[in-house]
Each structure stands twice: as C-alpha cells, then as structure tokens.
C-alpha cells in the first residue's frame, strides 16, 4: 500500500493557461474523490467516481473543469483556462465501497498568476 | 446544505495544556469523522464515530458523538508540540452516503 499519490505537488501558471493534475488512488480502492482546498478553510467537494462513472458533481465544478478515470485506476482533473480565484490545494483521496473514512493523497498546489 | 461550523478557529497553547474543540450542526449525521491537516499535506483520518453517545479514545485524544448525532467533540489531554495542526471533522451529506461534507477546522498549535 503506497498511499494515494499526486502530481505535481506545486504548480505555477500563467492566468489563462490550462493546467492538468494526477491522482493515483490506493490500488484496490474502487472510490475515488477531488476536493479543493483554500486557505483557511476546510476541503470542498469537486467530484466522486465509483470504478470509472463519474456519479457526481458539484456545482463548484464550473464548465472549466473536467475530470477523467477511463480505466477505473488513476484520474486527471484538468482546469481550462485558469483564472486566479481557482488558486487552492486541489486534493486526491480515495476509499474502499462499505468503508468509511477517506485516505488522501499531498494535494497540488496550485497558484494561478 | 448540512454545514459543519467548528469552534474555535484558531487556539495556541502551552504544552501539556488540556483542550476541547467542537463541531456542530443543525442536521443529523449518520456517522462523523476526525481529520487532522499538517500544512502542505492532506488531511489524516483520526477516528470516526457513529452511534449517538459513542465515545472513543485514541491515545490523549478523546473523541465524543453527541446524542443526537449532531454535534461532536475533541479533547486532548496534556497536549503536544507534536499535536500541531489542523483538526478538521467531516459527515456525509444528506442525500449522498460518498459526499463528505467538511467543517472549516481549528488550527491548533502547541508551544513548547
């Protein structure tokens, strides 16, 4: 058991660009969650897959989001053209179906410039 | 929306110092969890509990569910520069047994 991994850890980009970030879950974890994270705050809710369905999406989740696990294994979540209020900790975490609790990966920084 | 509003937001204190901090709610959950943040990282679950009344004991740590299951607290005994951090508690939301719903946290830091 590695944990769940993400990558990159940090990343600074230029207002407008389009960014993309990784998660690899936990392997025999079926679940899989983003959330994002400001300063200050508690994580938010982005959105959830069991296996490779995406089953929900929160209204945080604008038109710029997008999110992807085809095989059912690691996700990207990719944010178009950036803007700096999306500046956060964007958090991985997955679990197990009939388990509770979450186990989260590091997160990615990001800051929008 | 379910909100999880903790209390305090931000303690400091000397270590070997006792403390409590809470997290309530209006609505009913199934079953709350403990997370605690170190900067940089994501956030490690402490415990979870689930039936009204529950306590549970990690260590100093002493995790209580209210009766009504909607509200909990933490108490840590004698506390630690090591407990330094970001105590966050989370529920499932209402209308989705996957979505954790987050409180805003306590950071709490303990001075030597």
């Known amino acids: 058991d590695t944990g769940v991994s993400q990558d990159p850890r940090h990343k600074i980009t230029k207002r407008g660009q389009n960014v993309t970030f990784r998660c690899d879950p936990i392997s025999e974890h079926n679940r899989l969650y983003w959330y994002r994270q400001t300063l200050g705050q508690g994580p938010e809710f982005l959105t959830y897959f069991q296996n490779e369905a995406q089953l929900e999406k929160s209204r945080l989740l604008s038109d710029r989001f997008s999110a992807e696990r085809p095989k059912g294994s690691f996700s990207t979540l990719e944010i178009q053209r950036t803007e700096q209020g999306d500046s956060a900790m964007y958090l991985c975490?997955?679990?197990?179906?009939?388990?509770?609790?979450?186990?989260f990966g590091s997160g990615t920084r990001l800051t929008v410039v | 929306t379910q909100l999880l509003e903790q209390s305090p937001q931000f303690l400091s204190i000397q270590e070997g110092e006792n403390l409590t901090v809470y997290c309530n709610s209006s609505s009913v959950f199934s079953s709350l969890q403990w997370y605690r943040q170190e900067p940089g990282e994501g956030p490690v679950l402490l415990v979870t509990v689930v039936t009204g009344g529950e306590v549970k004991k990690l260590k100093r740590l002493t995790f209580q569910f209210g009766d009504a299951r909607k509200d909990s607290s933490l108490h840590i005994t004698a506390a630690q520069p090591g407990d330094t951090g970001l105590y966050l508690c989370a529920g499932y939301s209402s209308g989705s047994a996957r979505q954790l719903t987050f409180g805003s946290g306590t950071q709490l830091t303990v001075l030597p």
């Open positions: 975490a997955s679990s197990l179906e009939g388990r509770v609790g979450y186990t």
